[in-house]
């Protein structure tokens, strides 16, 4: 059987991931893809293939970020559009994602250009963030403490009396 498409090649801009770990960035737990060493300029697009399994330890609100080769001292967060914060339960493995790299002075970001799953909004409503109300409180009997009484006991006695009924003669 012969091949129909000639031109059988990868795109030049595929990347693909070589691990996927929970590392703890600036003392927040992360979701972290490593790509091989490379460089990467300004507005390059990247097609990024997670090849690995995301671990069991990711929660669905853990922020998502790049390390290039091997190093998770220096991560580069993974954002949508709106440069919102890309979170793990928007990311699959063995997914292709295209990414736009955006430089600055003191570092960089990976644009999602679309491709991510869907993913539950996690904005908050206002800053800071109001506190949950306290739980119910389940009590039972053996948690309401009992006050000491007098108990009164009361007796009824039920009088029967029998008349005998004499006919008149």
């Known amino acids: 059987m012969s091949c129909i ?3 059988c090649s990868l795109c030049p801009n595929i990347v693909i991931s070589t691990s996927v770990t929970v590392v703890a960035v600036g003392g927040t737990d992360t979701l972290v893809i490593d790509v091989p060493a490379q460089s990467f300029a300004n507005g390059q ?9 995301i671990p069991a330890t990711a929660t669905i609100n853990m922020p998502v970020a790049i390390s290039i080769g091997g190093v998770t001292t220096t991560v580069y967060p993974i954002t949508n559009a709106c440069c919102a914060q890309i979170t793990a339960c928007a990311i699959r493995t063995r997914r292709r994602y295209p990414l736009l790299v955006s430089t600055t002075a003191t570092g960089a970001v990976f644009k999602s250009l679309g491709g991510l799953s869907c993913a539950p909004s996690n904005v908050l409503s206002s800053i800071p963030a109001p506190v949950a109300p306290a739980a119910l409180q389940v009590r039972t009997f053996a948690d309401i403490p009992m006050t ?5 006991e009361t007796k009824s006695t039920t009088t029967t009396t029998k008349r005998e009924v004499t006919p008149n003669e």
């Open 45 to 53: 697009k990247v097609c990024l293939v997670v090849a690995q399994t």
């Open 148 to 152: 000491a009484g007098v108990i009164k």
């Open 5 to 7: 498409n000639q031109n």
